[in-house]
């Protein structure tokens, strides 16, 4: 019987463990990543076209190859009410046609920071410093009195270029749209050697007067809108807009206007369609409205560093 009851006693645990189910802790919750001091983010593309044609081919056309390219980057970052923005925006195209040569297409070289201080949810105070020229000599193409085709030389890589210092407030009900209202934001228009371009655009270059390289536009304003929103998915609208006015020459003839507009479609992982254009009103360059639009396709690579913001 001593021995009975102890087996008795020997099993018990054992069927206790066997019976009772093992107790697995829950695990932990994910760790979210830490938001970026800075956001980052930057956009590439890079489009190739091409005609080859047999010199016997009969359906007319020459060979022709076209390049362009495009690069956006970004880095802001907030601190309390201190918000620090810096944006680097370019484009150049350019193609290559058998019996015309080299013809440029598209070119923008835009720099802009800006220092923002919040004053309400919506309203900044800031103060910024922004560049726009280009990367290559420009050309006017046309033909002279014998008929001979002649290109003359209108811009080039400095020539002009805009540094345009701006005071204010800024507007940005969302994140994808903003307005500077700048009641101060002189300035400085720069042509590297000037007299190059005296017979075009004109006699005062970019309204630069020869033996001089810059003008300063010391009163004048400036109200620039930014509009940068995906509308689905894969299809993304960016448009800058600027306008410039000259105190000395507040009338609605000379106030200089700028549009630059991009529409990007994802067609897959890295391939995309995107239609550039610009349009331009400066009564110092031409006294009529310019433009310029590209349409591409080729590869395309984004990044950015931080999630976007919930609607």
């Known amino acids: 019987m001593k021995c009975f009851a102890l087996?008795?006693?020997l099993a018990a645990p054992a069927a206790v463990a066997q019976t009772t189910p093992a107790v697995i802790p829950a695990p932990a919750p994910p760790v979210a990543a830490p938001d970026p001091a800075w956001h980052k983010s930057i956009k590439t593309g890079l489009g190739l076209n091409e005609s080859v044609l047999s010199s016997n081919w009969q359906g007319g056309g020459v060979n022709t190859i076209g390049f362009n390219a495009l690069f956006n980057a970004k880095a802001n970052r907030k601190v309390g009410p201190h918000s620090f923005d810096n944006e680097a925006d370019l484009l150049f195209a350019f193609s290559q046609t058998k019996g015309l040569g080299y013809?440029?297409?598209q070119d923008r070289l835009y720099l802009d920071t800006k220092y923002g201080r919040a004053l309400t949810e919506r309203w900044d105070m800031f103060l910024s410093l922004n560049l726009l020229t280009q990367f290559a000599?420009?050309?006017k193409y046309?033909?002279?009195?014998a008929g001979n085709a002649r290109a003359?030389?209108?811009?080039d890589f400095f020539a002009p270029a805009f540094i345009t210092a701006a005071y204010g407030f800024e507007y940005h009900p969302a994140t994808y749209f903003h307005v500077r209202l700048s009641p101060f934001a002189p300035r400085m228009t720069v042509v590297n050697r000037v007299e190059r371009f005296i017979l075009n655009p004109g006699d005062t270059p970019y309204g630069v007067n020869p033996g001089h390289s810059t003008r300063f536009e010391v009163l004048a304003a400036q109200v620039l809108a930014e509009y940068d929103k995906n509308l689905s998915p894969n299809v993304n609208l960016k448009a800058r807009y600027v306008l410039f006015a000259n105190y000395r020459n507040l009338n609605f003839q000379e106030?200089?206007?700028r549009l630059d507009v991009a529409l990007t479609a994802k067609v897959?992982?890295?391939?995309n369609v995107a239609l550039n254009g610009i349009g331009l009103y400066d009564y110092d360059q031409d006294h009529g409205v310019q433009y310029s639009q590209?349409?591409?396709l080729g590869v395309a690579y984004a990044f950015q560093n931080y999630a976007d913001a919930k609607k």
């Open 255 to 257: 106030i200089d206007h």
């Open 103 to 105: 013809r440029k297409g």
């Open 294 to 296: 590209g349409l591409t």
């Open 152 to 155: 003359m030389l209108t811009s």
């Open 268 to 271: 897959g992982k890295y391939v």
């Open 137 to 139: 000599p420009g050309y």
């Open 7 to 9: 087996a008795l006693l």
């Open 142 to 145: 046309d033909t002279d009195a």
